[in-house]
């Protein structure tokens, strides 16, 4: 759109005083005609009698704000003959040239956001879509890489190097436990093997702990329960399930990193030594927590009762 320009004088300019509000009128009205079908200033003859009257176009003329065929003004080119030409009309406004170029800059503008915009609604309607299947074939990927994974390394035992407990050439400790494997079983606490029967399935936990393609089976309860037979072993797993799940940490090999994670926690659990509440008196001879053998911890129960009704019976002959 292309507006006539007038100044903050034009209404008192001495040429408006003297033309009168009618011919300053068709003044206005002939401005924007010209400046609409974008003719510079002139103006056909038709036109400027269609919109005045002989008296109103003459005190234009008159004034020196409109100019005929022929007229003097060295300012202003000369219209065709029969038409006329708004005075300095170029001055104070845009040609035909700028406005058709303001025009297609607009456009482009225009055309511009539009693209944007049909892109970006694109973009927020095809997301619910595609991004539920992006999020489900990543975790399948993910799944199926733990599962083709080897469950433990034998000679790292779940670590990227071998650790100090690890027994290999040119080096000496303690060998590491037993590593749960599916292919097959390891020793209980009493020394025998055990199998997979419904009775050894509900002695430690009946239903399966999963994280992303982990699952603690039946064999790696039973090989947590033979080598640390005083640790809470769900409670621990738990925490190493809330662990990677709060972090979004992922492992090559879930299996090896929980029985890192069991080994850690045991460890901690036997530098912290027993706890005893407050309001409970620590009796002569209490057991630590150690590894002991089912035999061990029977005879351990039976001695600690014993003691506890010998306390009890000093107390009646006191009382």
Same mark, same amino acid.
């Given at each position: ?9 034009f ?7 003297? @033309?009168? /509000?009618?011919?300053?009128? !068709? ?8 400046? $609409?079908? !974008? ?44 038409g ?8 104070? /406004? $845009? ?5 058709? *170029?303001?025009?297609?800059? *607009?456009?482009?503008? #225009? /055309?511009?956001?539009?693209?944007? @915009? ?15 299947? =992006?999020? #489900?074939?990543?975790?399948?990927? *993910? ?5 083709? *994974? ?6 790292t035992?779940? #670590? ?31 020394g ?10 509900? @002695? ?11 699952? !603690?089976t039946? =064999? ?34 879930w ?22 509440p407050?309001?409970?008196? @620590? ?30 019976? #000093? ?5």
């Amino acid at each position: 759109m292309a507006w006539f320009a007038l100044d903050d004088g034009f209404d008192t300019h001495p040429k408006v005083r003297k @033309a009168g /509000n009618a011919a300053v009128g !068709l003044f206005v009205r002939l401005g924007v005609h010209a400046t $609409k079908h !974008l003719t510079e200033g002139h103006l056909d003859g038709a036109i400027v009698r269609d919109y005045g009257t002989d008296a109103t176009v003459r005190k234009l003329i008159a004034v020196g704000m409109l100019h005929e065929y022929g007229h003097r003004c060295p300012r202003c080119p000369q219209p065709a003959e029969g038409g006329y030409f708004i005075h300095d009309y170029l001055d104070y /406004n $845009k040609s035909r040239a700028q406005i058709e *170029a303001a025009r297609e800059a *607009a456009r482009k503008r #225009q /055309n511009r956001g539009r693209e944007s @915009a049909r892109r970006n609604r694109n973009e927020r309607d095809s997301a619910p879509i595609f991004a539920p299947n =992006s999020r #489900q074939n990543g975790a399948s990927s *993910a799944r199926n890489c733990d599962e083709n *994974a080897p469950l433990f390394d034998g000679e790292t035992a779940g #670590q990227e190097d071998l650790s100090r407990r690890d027994t290999h050439e040119g080096a000496t400790g303690v060998p590491s436990p037993p590593l749960p494997s599916h292919n097959y079983d390891v020793a209980d606490v009493s020394g025998e093997t055990t199998g997979s029967s419904t009775a050894d399935l509900d @002695a430690y936990a009946p239903t399966p702990i999963e994280i992303d393609g982990f699952q !603690l089976t039946d =064999s790696m309860r039973r090989w947590a329960a033979a080598t640390y037979p005083g640790l809470d072993i769900e409670h621990a797993t738990q925490q190493f399930i809330s662990h990677y799940r709060s972090t979004g940490a992922r492992r090559k090999s879930w299996p090896d990193a929980w029985q890192k994670w069991i080994r850690d926690d045991a460890k901690r659990a036997s530098e912290r030594g027993p706890r005893t509440p407050g309001n409970v008196v @620590a009796l002569p001879g209490q057991i630590a927590l150690r590894r002991s053998t089912t035999d061990e911890r029977v005879a351990a129960g039976l001695a600690l009762a014993a003691e506890f009704r010998a306390l009890e019976t #000093q107390q009646g002959d006191t009382a």
